[in-house]
């Protein structure tokens, strides 16, 4: 299989988050990037770089807006007398329908969902790569069975117009639009632990991607608004979505039977290749500790997704520092291959 990944994914370094209230280090670091690319390669994939199509696809879902903050704003925040070193807001709207504000603080809180999103110098950089890898990915399933998009920056937590969750760009959502214009018939499914917002959100009012989630219960979980069973979508888009919470602690085989669901409706749907937002922070030993599924558990996920027979672009989502996360990438890889 082949793996997409560009060095300027690199540049985007983290450093702080917020959590209960405790200012902690950012889990979502680029030594991340080392265990991805040890576990791709351990399941056989060759590496290659993206190519550069542009902001044209990014543009397709994402505010123009939105764009021009994200490229932005590091370079205003630094001329705020006393700022820190990352963009973080400290003030939220209260509705997305409120008034747009001129300033850098005010359009952080409007365009940051939460705190951990810090954006620095490389930020843009490293989130455009990692779409580019995405996208590269989805062209390639002209002539390739399956492919690896390392995206890192991860994006199933960013909206149109709105960060979240160590996310910029829905690189996902990226891919799967790319193919739509292509004509085909995508669907996303992400196994995440965390449910896809951003994902769920860009698709809402549409019939024309299907978006499934399979996720840790948001009653007691990020992204606590979103990912509950009665968001089935809305007007055109009613019956589009699907999201299947699993209760804290989920094995391997509650996870497969939630998959069987949502491999289920993907059938229905009839769609004609497949997006995985493949998240691998469902893992028993991941620092979010969501659900308990084994390394193992993620070849036989792996195996299930094949059972598909579609053309199918794994598109890398979370997944934190512990020993096993490259191994996890390497059984999920690896049992998809050799199903
Ligand atoms: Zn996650």
Redesign the pocket.
Known sequence: MKAIFDERQWKHQPKNFMANGALLPNPEQPERIDRLLIGAKAAGCTVQAPDDAGLGPIAAIHSAEYLTFLQNIYTRWRRIDGAGEEVIPNIHPANRTDSYPKSAIGQAGFHQADTACPIASGTWEAAYWSAQSAITGADLLTTERAVYALSRPPGHHAFGDLAGGFCFLNNSAIAAERLLAQGKRPAILDV???HGNGTQGIFYNRRDVLTVSLHADPARFYPFFWGHTDERGEGAGLGYNLNLCLSRGTDDAGFLAGLDVALQQIRSFGADVVVVAL?L?AFIDDP?KGLAVTTEGFGRIGAAIAGLGLPTLFVQ??GYLCKELGDNLTSTLTGFESA
Do not use: W
């Open positions: 995440d632990v965390h998240g922070d979010f989502e979370g």
